[in-house]
């Protein structure tokens, strides 16, 4: 029996990836950038510095980082209609759910603090949080377990009484290394193998998570 739920946000909480990713799409045909698909997988997860040092290590030193990012990053805030993203299928009523049987929640993300705040407030969602750990709260990104410690000390458990929701790779080797129990809902990229031994649960979308939580003796509260 577990006692809390730490969530991931992009691609858990809010259907940002996939956005993300068109937006990168838009911006490598602007630029002439080749194979951005899988860089933007890799870079699932991390933080903005971990992502800038992908692409430099990928493209060179040489590569218009900033003019990059910028026509990105310009494209996903247009479309994003100034922070609010679109809220994934399930999401809000899982988050509902938990909020009535007493179960704490916390958010784990690799995303700036005040970002965070800034797009769960729009989207209505931030009160249902005990706790929130942003990527700038900690030196070391996914896939190292620092986000996920910092989010379970916060709220108040051990890493190992809390389920860790996540969808992308670095997500789940970050939230198994914490030594919480791990459920992925994948969004861009279904587990491979290697993935899949590191999970406790695969569950396609949070309405089968929510399912799962229902049963009364899930949480000890």
Not at 30 to 39: L, Q, R
Not at 57 to 63: I, M, N, S
Not at 106 to 127: C, H, Q
Not at 153 to 168: L, M, Q, W, Y
Request: with cysteine; proline share 4%.
């Amino acid at each position: 029996m577990k006692k809390a739920v730490i969530f991931d946000m992009d691609g858990v909480i809010f259907d940002s990836e996939r956005l993300y990713m068109e937006c990168c799409r838009e911006a490598a045909e602007v630029f002439g950038v080749e194979d951005i698909e899988s860089t933007v997988y890799a870079a699932i997860g991390l933080t903005t510095e971990k992502t800038h040092e992908l692409y430099r290590r990928k493209y060179g030193e040489d590569f218009p980082l900033d003019s990059f990012w910028k026509e990105a990053t310009g494209r996903f805030a247009k479309k994003a209609k100034g922070g609010l993203l679109p809220v994934k299928k399930g999401a809000r009523e899982l988050l509902e759910m938990l909020y009535k049987k007493g179960v704490p929640t916390a958010l784990a993300s690799s995303t700036k603090t005040e970002t965070v705040i800034r797009e769960l407030i729009a989207a209505d969602l931030f009160g249902y949080f005990r706790t929130i750990a942003g990527g700038d709260m900690v030196t070391k990104s996914k896939p190292e377990p620092d986000i996920f410690l910092l989010a379970a000390k916060n709220a108040g458990f051990a890493p190992e009484e809390c389920v860790i929701i996540e969808d992308s790779f670095n997500g789940v080797r970050a939230a198994k290394a914490a030594g919480g129990y791990v459920i992925m809902v994948p969004d861009l990229v279904q587990p491979d193998e290697n993935i899949l031994a590191l999970t406790d649960r695969v569950e396609p979308s949070l309405d089968e998570v929510r399912e799962l939580f229902s049963a009364e003796n899930y949480f000890s509260v």
